[in-house]
């Protein structure tokens, strides 16, 4: 987190190509299925779409899971904003993939639809369901349907009562800039780089640069 000045009360993040290297409704076959040992998350292609023969591995880019630990201690309202038509399997992803240090107690089956797990669970629960946490835990609004993402931001400005001006999103494509008319901040993420530490921290300047008499205020 950046030093000195504050956050914006509200950040949001598209999925696909944003937090996930993928497109959820083109690349990932469902039902998804999760390692019992490890808490990894394939789907059930036959063909990977870069490596024939075998499952795509559902998870986030690198340094997402700290981001969404760090935003979520600091208090911070988190958002995903995403025009997916593939609702239900970007849901499930969320559900499934694992956040390192979370604070959820909630197991990996808990809101899952059950062809979505594919081996039963043990009577010893393996490590990782001590020391990870569900993804989906860690957000606060989640705004994931096929719209324009002014609709999205409408209704995060409706459900949370923030005003625009205190929400930064980051997303990979250019058209969704235009959720600047209504008074939030757009980063673009750059082909293929995804949501990372360096490119959150010049996110917060951006908004801090545009909000100075926001940025030095308390956050209470």
């Not at 999760?34 to 036959?46: E, H, I, L, N």
């Not at 023969?53 to 630990?69: A, C, E, H, W």
């Not at 992803?93 to 081996?119: C, F, Q, W, Y």
């Not at 990782?128 to 835990?137: F, K, L, N, Y």
Request: with cysteine.
């Amino acid at each position: 987190m950046t030093a000195g000045s504050r956050l914006p009360k509200l950040i949001a993040f598209d999925l696909d190509y944003t937090l996930w290297d993928f497109w959820v409704d083109t690349h990932i076959t469902p039902p998804l299925r999760q390692d019992r040992k490890t808490g990894a998350v394939y789907d059930s292609t036959t063909g990977h779409y870069s490596n024939e023969n075998s499952p795509n591995v559902v998870k986030f880019y690198r340094d997402v899971p700290g981001i969404l630990k760090d935003l979520k201690d600091a208090g911070i309202t988190i958002a995903a904003c995403s025009r997916t038509s593939a609702i239900k399997l970007a849901m499930d992803a969320l559900k499934l993939i694992r956040v390192p240090n979370g604070i959820s107690t909630v197991t990996p089956s808990d809101n899952v639809s059950s062809d979505t797990i594919a081996s039963s669970m043990d009577e010893e629960a393996p490590s990782w369901t001590i020391t990870t946490s569900p993804a989906v835990g860690f957000f606060d609004q989640l705004e994931v349907y096929p719209t324009d993402k002014t609709v999205h931001f409408k209704e995060l400005h409706k459900k949370t009562g923030l005003p625009y001006s205190e929400m930064l999103f980051f997303d990979d494509e250019r058209r969704n800039r235009n959720v600047e008319k209504l008074g939030v901040t757009f980063i673009l993420v750059p082909l293929g780089r995804g949501l990372d530490n360096q490119l959150l921290q010049e996110g917060i300047r951006e908004w801090q640069k545009r909000h100075p008499e926001l940025a030095m205020t308390s956050s209470l």
